[in-house]
């Protein structure tokens, strides 16, 4: 079982539309969440971190839910400019290799 | 302004030959990875320094090696380059362990 978890996709939807990504995690001990965004043939970069209570930015929400051990990404209003990969990442504390660990990423498609 | 670049963007090498990578940050940052991305694993992490002099395996190290003797630098050798190794390369940094990191532009190598 991989680490980290997402649904490839394509999520294909129409502008304005609302569409959420989940991904989940193996490593009950994971500590740092995040959700980068890479565009095609370009470097991955942060989107946001993910809290334990929940956060908003604009028109993105993530969500953590620790005891079913998944993350979630709301994108509401869905634009052109919001296709691309999401990618889902966590952070595994053990010994000396804290890393990050990355999913393979849900690509979304917003359609005009 | 700070940033991470990679150079070169592009390179084609034949099979058995040494091949370097170069990434260089001017953020100060101790902590440096280099990643490889191909279609279905996501980025998987090949080395890692913490700070100068030091130096750690990743998930996918065999035919590869890293040295750090400063700060803004972190090259990767393929000591003998073979086909498999034909990805696209991401060094990043961050100035913390489980913390946002930040992506050079990548490498795109193709092992002929």
């Known amino acids: 079982r991989k680490e980290v978890e997402q649904d490839p996709g394509p999520f294909n939807v129409p502008e304005g539309a609302t569409v959420a990504f989940n991904c989940t995690y193996s490593?009950?001990?994971?500590?740092?969440f995040f959700w980068y965004r890479q565009d095609c043939r370009k470097e991955p970069k942060l989107l946001m971190s993910?809290?334990?209570s929940g956060n908003e930015d604009g028109r993105f929400t993530a969500q953590l839910n620790r005891a079913s051990q998944y993350i979630s990404l709301l994108i509401r209003d869905s634009k052109l400019s919001d296709s691309a990969t999401y990618l889902c990442v966590v952070t595994n504390y053990g010994g000396a290799t804290n890393k990050l660990i990355f999913g393979t990423g849900t690509l979304l498609a917003v359609q005009p | 302004d700070a940033e991470i670049t990679q150079s070169p963007r592009h390179k084609i090498t034949e099979t058995g030959r040494q091949v370097t990578l170069a990434c260089h940050q001017t953020?100060?940052?101790?902590?440096m990875f280099w990643y490889r991305q191909d279609l279905g694993h996501g980025l998987r992490l090949i080395h890692y320094?913490?700070?100068?002099?030091?130096?750690n395996k990743g998930e996918v190290s065999d035919g590869y090696s890293v040295s750090r003797s400063n700060t803004e630098d972190l090259p990767l050798t393929l000591e003998s380059a073979a086909s498999s190794q034909t990805s696209v390369y991401f060094c990043a940094s961050s100035p913390r362990l489980n913390n946002e990191q930040f992506f050079g532009p990548g490498t795109r190598l193709t092992v002929l």
């Open positions: 953020w100060n940052h101790n902590n």
């Open positions: 993910v809290y334990s």
């Open positions: 490593n009950s001990a994971s500590q740092s």
């Open positions: 320094s913490y700070g100068v002099q030091d130096t």
